[in-house]
């Protein structure tokens, strides 16, 4: 099956600490998801990025949260000043050119203390 | 708005039986429906999803799942459970297309007994 990685695997933060979480996925698709999921909670959709641009957020995805490609390959998602909340897994999906079917990452656990 | 509700966090079956996973879902519009399956530390992987083509899908490691539009079901079955099949189980909707936002289910933890 096609890869999509995540760095790191985990990390670790203090509360207030901003953190940046990084998503190669399948290369040169215009689409490109977060996900996260609290700990025994569902997977939850966070934002979708279309072009360059987010074309659609849920309403988990507020002023702390952001994304962007800073280069033609990798996608971020930053959260500027984390909260004890914020601690989950999370998942970036990207979908194959000819497929249409988002394929998920291993995921980046995040643990806010 | 989109929903889906998995019957059952936990199910336990024995190896060589019947594998079933309940799903069921609100949309309000013809929905797109997924499997997608979750190993220990790992990502989720697509087992299979009904794009409104035939209505019984086969997906990979011989599962398969039936969409039932008068039930809003999509259950997820296996003749004959593997070992290797331990692992939790999401069912998920998206609305409109493949690519838009998917809503999960809570998931179903399966655990294969010898």
């Known amino acids: 099956e096609p890869e999509v990685t995540q760095t790191p695997s985990h990390q670790v933060t203090q509360m207030g600490q901003e953190v940046i979480l990084r998503c190669v996925p399948i290369s040169n698709h215009l689409y490109f998801y977060w996900y996260r999921q609290i700990l025994g909670q569902k997977v939850e959709f966070l934002v979708s990025f279309y072009n360059n641009e987010i074309s659609e957020k849920s309403e988990i995805f507020d002023d702390q949260f952001s994304v962007e490609r800073p280069d033609g390959s990798n996608f971020t998602l930053k959260i500027r000043s984390t909260k004890l909340e914020d601690s989950a897994m999370y998942f970036c999906?990207?979908?194959?050119?000819?497929?249409?079917?988002?394929?998920f990452g291993p995921g980046t656990r995040l643990l806010v203390l | 708005a989109q929903s889906v509700t998995q019957l059952g966090s936990h199910v336990s079956v024995s190896e060589g039986a019947l594998v079933l996973l309940r799903c069921n879902y609100s949309?309000?519009?013809?929905?797109?429906l997924f499997w997608y399956v979750q190993y220990p530390n790992q990502g989720l992987q697509l087992l299979l999803k009904?794009?409104?083509?035939?209505?019984l899908v086969k997906g990979i490691n011989g599962f398969e799942a039936e969409f039932k539009k008068s039930e809003t079901s999509f259950h997820l079955t296996k003749p004959s459970a593997h070992m290797s099949d331990a692992a939790e189980y999401f069912c998920?909707?998206?609305?409109?297309?493949?690519?838009?936002?998917?809503?999960f289910g809570r998931g179903t933890q399966l655990t294969v007994w010898p």
């Open positions: 949309s309000s519009v013809p929905p797109y």
């Open positions: 009904y794009t409104s083509a035939a209505t």
């Open positions: 999906a990207s979908p194959l050119w000819d497929q249409e079917t988002q394929y």
């Open positions: 998920a909707v998206s609305e409109g297309s493949t690519l838009g936002r998917l809503y």
